[in-house]
């Protein structure tokens, strides 16, 4: 069972705050890593993926992987009311998928207050 | 680029009634497309894994006779609720990937609302 564990919040943070959400995965052998974001009522859309070991910025987003620890992380600087929303992290799990699916975690719905 | 289409986004219909979902990739040729289901307040929930030119790959629980899939192209797939009853009034989500490679995402399409009265 490939399990992806998320804080399922909410999350509370002013505007201009740094927002902080943690994911963890079960899957050691698990090759790449995404954040969705979704705001109610929608259909999730992609944030950013990362597939190394380290940081990766985009613009106020930033993803951290630490595949030792089975861990990812996304940063989300200067936060605003419009980053409202559930964000879902997804997993893909080890070579032997054939099938190309995604593991999702539950979300973590994060709320910013002006 | 990485749009997906999903028609209708919304359907009301009596109990009974059999509904089709198109969901299509429009700049890229997706070999697999996926299905969700998302009821109010609940995490997503993944249906079938649809490949073109083969049967879809359906999840524990979820009643292959009852949601038929057809991937009839690289660019088009279709999930018929046959005989919708209310229980099955949810939000369908589709979503594609662009190639098997493990640093493709899958993009989602926008949804289908689905209401049985």
């Known amino acids: 069972q490939k399990e992806v564990e998320q804080n399922s919040g909410p999350l509370s943070v002013p505007e201009g705050a740094i927002a902080s959400l943690n994911c963890t995965y079960s899957d050691r052998g698990s090759q790449s890593f995404f954040w969705y974001r979704q705001y109610s009522g929608k259909s999730p859309e992609l944030i950013m993926f990362i597939y190394s070991n380290g940081d990766k910025e985009d613009g106020r987003f930033t993803a951290q992987l630490n595949k030792a620890s089975q861990y990812v992380s996304l940063l989300i600087r200067d936060s605003q009311p419009s980053d409202s929303a559930t964000y879902l992290c997804?997993?893909?799990?080890?070579?032997?998928?054939?099938?190309?699916?995604?593991?999702f975690g539950r979300g973590t719905q994060l709320t910013v207050w002006p | 680029g990485a749009v997906v289409s999903q028609h209708p986004s919304r359907v009301i219909c009596k109990s009974g009634t059999s509904v089709k979902i198109e969901c299509r990739s429009l700049?890229?040729?997706?070999?697999?497309m996926f299905w969700y289901r998302q009821f109010p307040k609940q995490s997503l929930m993944l249906m079938a894994t649809s490949n073109e030119g083969s049967k879809a790959t359906y999840e524990q629980g979820v009643e292959k006779d009852k949601f038929l899939i057809n991937h009839a192209s690289l660019t088009l797939s279709t999930l018929t609720v046959t005989s919708a009853h209310p229980e099955d009034s949810s939000f369908y989500i589709c979503s594609a990937r662009r190639g098997t490679g493990s640093n493709q995402p899958q993009h989602f399409g926008d949804g289908t609302r689905l209401s049985i009265l």
């Open positions: 700049d890229f040729q997706a070999t697999t």
């Open positions: 997804a997993v893909f799990p080890d070579r032997g998928s054939t099938l190309g699916r995604l593991y």
